[in-house]
């Protein structure tokens, strides 16, 4: 258990809510929402209370009024349920945030659509949120805003006692990428709402204070401020950890698993099945090195899963389609009888299971385009006692875990070489990286990063001393 416990109720605010309740021919079930946001906060509001405002996106949601306590098994905070309506569900989910801030954010600006009805509703479902944030915020609460679906809730909070923070998860791109969006100024005003803003990495804040700069705002770049008419906004650097204990207390089970696998080596890949996280170009990667590295053929098997995620945005369900092919592709031709070299889930696993694949895999393979931080590559590395890291450089996990082998995902040729790379380390070597990893992941973990935050946060109400007289 964390020391750290602000001083005022805290109120979370995220478009994706933690836990939806779903009916089945069983009744109403409640389930765990799969994400890297979730992931993260679900931990930090185990640990603080409080209540937590999200988008009540499934359709037994409201049976029961908008409040419910979670988690379901074991409560301990309350869920505000905000009610989103088609039209918004489509232009301001589907649209704005996933169809235009997502893609600008990861650089795949030619996948974007600037479209003014999926601006109005942005704007539409981001008053909703604030307005759900004012019903349950009291002058003292903490609110904590998260993600780029509501970059503009903080100055649409109009009680000016509320502390407000905002924690940024993907990535900020530089001022090139970000001026192209029509909508910048609003945004950028938005966010100036908070009194702190937080970012994983140094280079996204770098970024942010540039932007803030070609805006016109005034910028103290050795104390990471912005000024903002007579307030300042203070942006800082926090990356994001794991509930590191979670994935430890976890028994080996991977047994059974492991002997149904064949060959000597396992890669596994776990993610939302999302464009930015370049698993295309892992498939071709691993083709490579098969193609390369004839003598593991039979003895290597890539596990990859892809959970679905965002299934009604036309971009994913083209990658779907791709990646489909390109899976039955690679398996088409390299398989044998008694050997698949890519087993490919299009299906989400259960904790227990996603805990089972990560230690029975000899190597993660994590390969993103661009990612905020990913939390995968460290739930892998908190599971198991030895491993082998591939992770992409343009990860916000990468500026701390510098020990994995570090590869350019747009470069096929450079994966292929680090797969041969992990599967061909020796032994002390392995050991020597996966020590140094783990220090890191163990100490940077969840607990750390709400402290982090949260005493950064605090501090900017403490009044500053008046000088001390002179010497
Ligand atoms: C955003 C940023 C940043 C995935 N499939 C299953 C499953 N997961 C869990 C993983 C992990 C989480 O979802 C994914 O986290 P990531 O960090 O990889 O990615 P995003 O969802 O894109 O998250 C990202 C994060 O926010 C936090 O700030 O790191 O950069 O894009 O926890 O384990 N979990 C289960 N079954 C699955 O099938 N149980």
């Known amino acids: ?56 996106s499934s359709k037994a949601d409201f049976e029961n009024g908008d409040v419910v306590k979670v988690p379901c098994s074991s409560p301990c905070y309350t869920l505000k349920r905000v009610k989103l309506s088609e039209k918004e569900r489509e232009f301001y989910y589907r649209g704005f945030s996933n169809r235009t801030l997502w893609p600008v954010f990861h650089l795949f600006t030619e996948k974007a659509i600037f479209n003014t009805q999926f601006w109005k509703m942005y704007v539409k479902a981001n008053t909703k949120f604030a307005k759900a944030v004012m019903d349950v915020a ?37 001022w090139n990428t970000f001026s192209k969006i029509p909508w910048r100024d609003e945004i950028f005003n938005g966010l100036l709402g908070s009194d702190l803003i937080g970012f994983h990495t140094k280079y996204y804040a770098q970024n942010f204070l540039e932007c803030a700069e070609q805006l016109g705002f005034q910028v103290n770049k050795k104390q990471s401020i912005v000024h903002h008419g007579d307030r300042d906004v203070k942006i800082g650097v926090f990356p994001v950890g794991i509930d590191y204990q979670q994935f430890t207390s976890v028994k080996n089970r991977s047994h059974t698993l492991r002997s149904k696998i064949k ?62 092919e390109s899976v039955g592709c690679i ?48 739930e892998y590395i908190a599971a198991k006692d030895t491993g082998v890291v591939i992770l992409s450089e343009f990860a916000g996990a990468a500026e701390e875990l510098k020990e994995a082998i570090i590869v350019n995902p747009y470069d096929i040729n450079a994966i292929a070489e680090g797969i041969k790379e992990a599967v061909e380390m020796p032994e002390d070597e392995k050991k020597k990286r996966f020590m140094a990893l783990k220090g890191k992941v163990r100490q940077k973990d969840i607990n750390w990063w709400m402290e982090k935050f949260f005493s950064e946060w605090q501090k900017l109400y403490i009044p500053a001393h008046p000088e001390s007289g002179s010497a």
């Not at 602000?6 to 478009?15: D, H, I, M, S, Y």
């Not at 939806?20 to 640990?47: N, P, Q, Y």
């Not at 923070?165 to 900020?172: D, K, L, V, Y």
């Not at 698949?340 to 993103?368: C, E, G, H, R, W």
């Open 1 to 56: 258990m964390t020391a750290v416990k602000l001083p005022g109720e805290l109120v979370l605010v995220t478009n994706r809510e933690p836990y939806s309740h779903e009916r089945t021919s069983k009744g109403i079930i409640c389930r765990k929402r799969v994400g890297g946001v979730v992931s993260a906060l679900d931990s930090t509001m185990r640990k603080t209370g409080g209540t937590w405002v999200a988008w009540g």
């Open 138 to 174: 009291t002058d003292d609460s903490f609110v904590w805003v998260h993600d780029y679906h509501l970059s503009l809730v903080p100055s649409m909070i109009q009680n000016t006692a509320h502390k407000i923070a905002f924690f940024w998860h993907i990535p900020w791109v530089s």
């Open 263 to 324: 060959g000597e080596k396992i890669i596994f890949g776990i993610d939302r099945l999302d464009y930015t996280k370049g698993i295309l170009e892992r498939m071709l990667a691993f083709k490579q090195f098969i193609e390369k590295n004839p003598q593991w053929k039979g003895k290597i098997t890539l596990v990859q899963v892809a959970t679905p995620s965002r299934t009604k945005v036309e971009e994913y369900r083209t990658m779907k389609h791709e990646l489909d």
């Open 331 to 378: 398996n088409g031709e390299y398989s044998t009888v008694d050997w698949t070299p890519i087993k490919y889930f299009y299906q989400p696993v259960s904790f227990d299971n996603l805990v089972k694949y990560y230690k029975m895999a000899d190597v993660i393979l994590v390969t993103p385009i661009m990612d905020g931080m990913n939390l995968v590559v460290k």
